[in-house]
């Protein structure tokens, strides 16, 4: 299993930024892929970025690019999302997530517990 533990939420201006972090334990040595998702109030769950472990390839929601930059330290165990230019609309609970070798699933299978961030107009 892995462990995922999120954090750097919080509250900010429109044209703020943020780095949210996310560190990983347990079987790292498992880890495909590591992704960023949100969820805003009443709205469903979309991806937001996703970064290869092996390699560091990143991958975007087409809104987001330009803004969000998803990066790791592999050696750390740490996956990061610069956020800047902030948007009132950015605002939602930021999870990260694991895909792994031999996973219960296909796909995202480990998620961490969440940071909420806020951007205030």
């Known amino acids: 299993q892995v462990q995922l533990v999120e954090s750097g939420g919080g509250l900010v201006q429109a044209g703020g930024s943020l780095r949210l972090s996310c560190a990983a334990s347990?079987?790292?040595?498992?880890?495909?892929?590591m992704g960023w998702f949100r969820q805003a109030p009443g709205k469903e769950r979309e991806f937001v970025a996703g970064?290869?472990?092996?390699?560091?390839?990143?991958f975007y929601a087409d809104s987001l690019k330009g803004r969000f930059t998803a990066s790791k330290d592999n050696v750390k165990s740490m996956v990061y999302l610069q956020m800047n230019n902030l948007k009132p609309e950015d605002t939602a609970v930021y999870y990260c997530?694991?895909?792994?070798?031999?996973?219960?699933?296909?796909?995202?299978?480990?998620w961490g517990q969440g940071t909420q961030v806020t951007v205030s107009s």
């Open positions: 997530a694991a895909d792994v070798h031999g996973g219960p699933s296909i796909g995202y299978n480990y």
């Open positions: 347990g079987r790292t040595f498992s880890i495909i892929t």
């Open positions: 970064v290869r472990w092996s390699g560091g390839f990143t």
